[in-house]
């Protein structure tokens, strides 16, 4: 979806701006992710990631991400950290476990870095 | 006709939701934060609303990508949680008030600003934990007033600007003061302050930005809206953009406001937690 002319993303390091263009590309895996709101979809994902995938017809990046529990590709592939945060209570992660497995650094990093700032 | 009395402001981070479970109040994690709250709970008790506006944003429990409303105000007889992916429990129902509901759409259409009526709609941890800070227990609190939400996108851009934002605040105050019942009224403002959950920048706050928020909000919210949106990315942090649920409270009180109390620690969660209470001049 690019229209010359009318490119309406801004560059902000470290951060993408989940935008129209960023909305269509993720549209599958966020409805996915979505769909996770509910137990039994979320019990169906465990029993069968790849037959869950494959209805929500995610792409074969998207589809790696989710495999590879990979946030950053996640979100580089359309994904949304608020319907992603649906994925991540599958596992049980907290969103500082989530913090650091997109920054590089252990949970206890990421909490030192977050108290780092106050 | 209707009065508001004032407007108050918190973070609703998920996190929080699990401490009140859990009683953790005087947890030395917890203390910092729960502290922001006794002042809030004697205004309450002794200005008693009737009704509570809860301006929140949805995070992905009442809408998905494929309808996403701008603003969307509820006109339900009650509003009920549901599971958002990790096992929440299911509250008693939080009384609404469907014909505050209508009274605000009607003036606010006509007033130009063209929102989405839900006559259904499942709210998350951005509504209920508010509520349940604010009103222990809620929604099973003697005092807990009947409620009105409204969620504005900050979900996926373009999101309001903050000028938009706070006019929008204007008109819901307008349309609040001519609701011909004699109802005292309480504006919720939830959300924020700067936090970033996602990407390579995961973990940014910025106390010296969320000064400057809390100081403006109070006394000249204007000036905010010289922020432009991808600012408030930047400065705020990607999910900081929730900052505009405070513009919308603040807009609707007016020019003549008392802070009665403010409270704002780091980290809570992700997040820099703040809380505001402002009073309308009587």
Known sequence: MDHPGFDHHTHIPGTTIFDGK???????????????????????????????????????AQ?????????????EEGGNIYYLAKFAGIFKLSVQDVGGMQTGRSTEEFQDFLQSQA | MAKILGGITTSHIPAVGNAIQ????????????????????????ANKPDYV????????????????????????????????GWGLPALDPFPGAPELSWHIIESMVADEFDITSCQELAVDHGFVVPMQLFWPGAPNNPDMPRAVPISANTVQHPIPTLKRA???????????????????????GTGGLSHQLDGARAGFINKEFDQYCLENIVSNPEELTKVTRMELVEKAGAQGTEFLMWMMMRGALGDNVTEITRNYHIPISNTAAGTLLLECAA
Request: some cysteine.
């Open chain 1, 22 to 60: 960023m909305a269509m590309k993720g549209y599958a895996l966020n409805k996915m992710c979505y769909a996770f709101n509910r137990q039994d979809n979320r019990d169906a994902f465990v029993a069968d990631e790849e037959a869950f995938m494959e209805k929500y017809g995610l792409n074969d």
């Open chain 1, 63 to 75: 589809k790696q991400a989710v495999r590879d529990r990979n946030i950053l590709g996640m979100i």
């Open chain 2, 22 to 45: 859990k009683e953790l109040y005087d947890d030395p994690y917890w203390k910092p934060f729960f502290d922001g709250y006794p002042k809030v709970h004697a205004w309450i008790k």
């Open chain 2, 53 to 84: 506006i809860n301006i929140y944003n949805d995070h992905g429990l009442g809408f998905f990508l494929d309808q996403m409303p701008t603003f969307a105000i509820g006109a339900a007889h009650e509003y009920k949680n549901e599971d958002e």
């Open chain 2, 166 to 188: 706070l006019d929008f605040g204007k008109a819901l105050g307008r349309a609040l003061r001519s609701f011909p019942e004699d109802a005292r009224i309480v504006i919720l």
